[in-house]
């Protein structure tokens, strides 16, 4: 009964370094996207797919690549860590068109 | 600009009693809303929608509530249990939209038995 699973749930990065943020559901959902939460700012998109070889830009997207090969994977790649991407990552997913999200436990990075 | 707003950071109340969480919207294309609960270390899980069609949904113990002309709604939840200590997030999107959902702050809600 995983659900949406995110890896990994903590991570220090340093200025400037790269990283992946994986993401994986395992309910056959076509829509998968990213979000980020900030204290005082809610949840924020910041790319999304709508199906394999589909993705497109949220409210926030620069600094962040995303690619969808598969249904069940959707990774957020950070090509150059800066400071103002500390925040924690939530990943979503659900059936296309349908409001209800299911989301992921969340992955708190932190940028030094 | 933040399109949904949660105006109050945090809520308490006694067990049994009712609980009003509001959020206002400045964007009158929106027309489906949803409130998502969160516990700490955990994803938020949807717990109830509405579409603009209605001014009223229920759902057990959870009601949504919408005033469109205000752009204003509210979730009541009656009678309010400890297990509802949460973070409660405001979400609207234009149609049901994923890729157009916003997020309103949260609000804290504690329930003291």
């Known amino acids: 009964n995983a659900g949406v699973t995110q890896t990994p749930k903590f991570q220090v990065l340093k200025t400037g370094q790269s990283m992946t943020l994986q993401c994986a559901q395992d309910?056959?959902?076509?829509?998968m996207s990213w979000y980020r939460q900030d204290p005082g700012m809610g949840l924020r998109l910041i790319h999304y797919?709508?199906?394999?070889?589909?993705?497109d830009q949220g409210e926030v997207p620069n600094g962040y690549n995303v690619s969808r090969s598969t249904t069940e994977d959707f990774p957020l790649r950070l090509l150059s860590a800066a400071p103002s991407q500390t925040s924690v990552y939530f990943c979503?997913?659900?059936?296309?068109?349908?409001?209800?999200?299911?989301f992921g436990e969340g992955s708190r990075l932190t940028v030094l | 600009d933040q399109q949904v707003k949660q105006n109050s950071p945090s809520l308490s109340v006694q067990e049994g009693r009712i609980s009003i969480l509001n959020c206002d919207y400045t964007?009158?294309?929106?027309?489906?809303f949803l409130w998502y609960k969160k516990y700490p270390a955990e994803g938020p899980t949807f717990l109830i929608s509405i579409s603009s069609i209605k001014d009223k949904n229920e759902d057990g113990r959870f009601t949504v509530f919408l005033n469109k002309s205000a752009k204003h709604l509210s979730l009541h939840i009656v009678p309010s249990q400890p297990g509802d200590s949460a973070v409660y997030f405001c979400?609207?999107?234009?149609?049901?939209?994923?890729?157009?959902?916003?997020f309103g702050a949260g609000t804290r809600l504690t329930v003291k038995p």
């Open positions: 979400a609207a999107s234009v149609g049901v939209n994923n890729n157009d959902m916003r």
């Open positions: 309910m056959n959902h076509e829509y």
């Open positions: 979503a997913s659900s059936p296309v068109y349908t409001g209800e999200l299911f």
């Open positions: 797919s709508v199906g394999a070889g589909i993705t």
């Open positions: 964007n009158s294309m929106f027309d489906y």
